[in-house]
């Protein structure tokens, strides 16, 4: 039986390190560059970015994204960029800048530089390519044809993000741990099809160690914008380690609540690391983990100012039948909650977000 584990070419990580995409991109000898930005980045972060290239002596052209990762909106963009030869795309901000810039790259096959501006989640190491119609609902899920050529992760820029992103990449890796071991046990499939390999797995697991280790000081250390050893290791467990097990581990619950969770209107505002990070208190509690060690995830995740009732998600009325059944509704559609052992039901996923209440 084949399984099959995807990596980005290169991942980058330290301080500064768009101030060398130039010299980067020059070793990969890529020569006229179009630059995807979201428009929160304009000033100082595109600034480092264009003087590096200028400094290479590399063409480049760059295009402000607009807002949300449509199909429409990637065939305009790639029709622009077709029309100025560029040999390579470097994607510039957060996750539907990033995968408006995949969606180009595989339309016009051609290799793509990832550099996230914040920490708040794993896609960056990923080849999926999330979808949605002006609306933003979610109109499919596409894949490149590869993982990205080089990831690039600037701590200076991470850093200065506001700290909420930060705890999101947090809550989005936490989840990983409990997923990919699920999806092994229910005999589920990762992204590239095939059942995961072993090492899937202990990069999930270890992502799960560090962040119980790490979260909290590097959390705080966010906060006051300062990069420490504690930093780094959080962002490399959240963007890499989380980023590579989830895509060619599987997810599970945790991800699958998602879609149940965003079919209520008060929850959909939440971020995606927000939103998992509650969802990973349920699986949890649908695994039967020990008290101990759900009131160990439940405090480290509050340390890090991270929901895990569907109160502090922002949804302050009683919880009703009807909620109860449209969540869980949308959450067993989902193809993730295919991937647990014992199957899920509607019984005890309706009674694991019941109880998540008792842990407040």
């Not at 980005?8 to 060398?20: D, M, W």
């Amino acid at each position: 039986m084949l399984k099959i584990m995807g990596f980005p070419g290169e991942y980058i990580q330290g301080e500064h390190t768009l101030r060398n995409i130039g010299d980067i991109v020059t070793r990969h000898q890529f020569k006229k560059i179009g630059i995807i930005y979201d428009s929160a980045i304009e000033g100082p972060i595109l600034d480092k970015v264009t003087i590096s290239l200028k400094q290479s002596n590399l063409d480049f052209i760059s295009y402000k994204f607009p807002g949300e990762c449509t199909y429409e909106t990637i065939e305009r963009l790639s029709h622009i960029m077709e029309q100025h030869d560029i040999d390579s795309i470097i994607a510039l901000g957060g996750g539907k800048a990033m995968d408006t810039t995949k969606g180009i790259s595989k339309k016009l096959n051609i290799p793509i530089s990832i550099c996230p501006t914040v920490a708040s989640s794993d896609a960056p190491t990923s080849r999926l390519i999330i979808i949605y119609d002006e609306n933003h609902k979610v109109q499919g899920v596409e894949k490149t044809k590869r993982n990205p050529d080089i990831v690039l992760v600037d701590l200076d820029t991470i850093v200065k993000a506001p700290a909420r992103f930060f705890a999101a990449g947090i809550g989005d890796a936490i989840s990983k741990m409990f997923e990919v071991n699920q999806c092994k046990n229910a005999h589920g499939l990762n992204s590239f099809s095939t059942p995961p390999l072993e090492t899937a797995l202990l990069l999930a697991n270890n992502t799960y160690s560090n962040l119980i280790t790490w979260g909290k000081m590097a959390y705080e250390d966010v906060k006051q914008h300062h990069i420490t050893p504690s930093v780094e290791r959080v962002v490399e467990s959240t963007v890499l380690l989380s980023g590579l097990g989830f895509e060619s581990g599987g997810l599970s619950l945790a991800h699958a609540l998602i879609r149940g969770l965003t079919a209520i209107p008060e929850l959909a505002t939440n971020l995606h690391g927000e939103l998992v990070a509650y969802g990973t208190v349920v699986q949890a509690v649908v695994e039967n983990r020990e008290h101990i060690f759900i009131i160990e995830l439940i405090n480290f995740l509050k340390s890090v100012d991270l929901p895990t009732t569907i109160a502090e998600l922002g949804y302050h009325q009683e919880i009703s039948d009807s909620m109860l059944e449209t969540i869980i509704m949308h959450t067993l559609q989902n193809d993730y909650s295919q991937n647990f052992e014992p199957p899920l039901n509607k019984e005890n996923l309706k009674q694991a977000i019941i109880k998540t209440n008792q842990y407040c």
